[in-house]
Nanobody, 115 residues
Framework: QVQLVESGGGLVQAGGSLRLSCAAS????????MGWYRQAPGKQRELVAI???????NYADSVKGRFTISRDNAKKVVNLQMNSLKPEDTAVYYC?????????WGQGTQVTVSS
């Protein structure tokens, strides 16, 4: 059974940085796509960043140039480096694994950015 556990969330002032990590309970195989999503109160869950099995990355326009997604298959980890954080980045951040079209989710980690 695939389990994803996020860590690294917390409270930070605007302009600060956080690094989120997602540890998978199973080997991350070559065909897996990994991603980070977020959901703010009263809003729908939205894509933040994804990284394909081939290492291609894609970001939401709102985080381009500030966030960086990376993966380490050997360590079964996907990370999200978040810099220049803004209050509007406040949300619960979820790790996602897409394995042959089947989606797995972590429980989420809270990120709060104060102004």
């Amino acid at each position: 059974q695939v389990q994803l556990v996020e860590s690294g969330g917390g409270l930070v002032q605007a302009g600060g940085s956080l690094r989120l990590s997602c540890a998978a309970s199973v080997d991350i195989i070559g065909n897996d796509h990994m991603g980070w999503y977020r959901q703010a109160p009263g809003k729908q869950r939205e894509l933040v960043a994804i990284i394909t099995s081939g290492g291609i990355t894609n970001y939401a326009d709102s985080v381009k140039g500030r966030f960086t997604i990376s993966r380490d298959n050997a360590k079964k980890v996907v990370n999200l480096q978040m810099n220049s954080l803004k209050p509007e980045d406040t949300a619960v951040y979820y790790c996602n694994l897409n394995r042959f079209g089947y989606l797995y989710w972590g429980q989420g980690t809270q990120v709060t950015v104060s102004s």
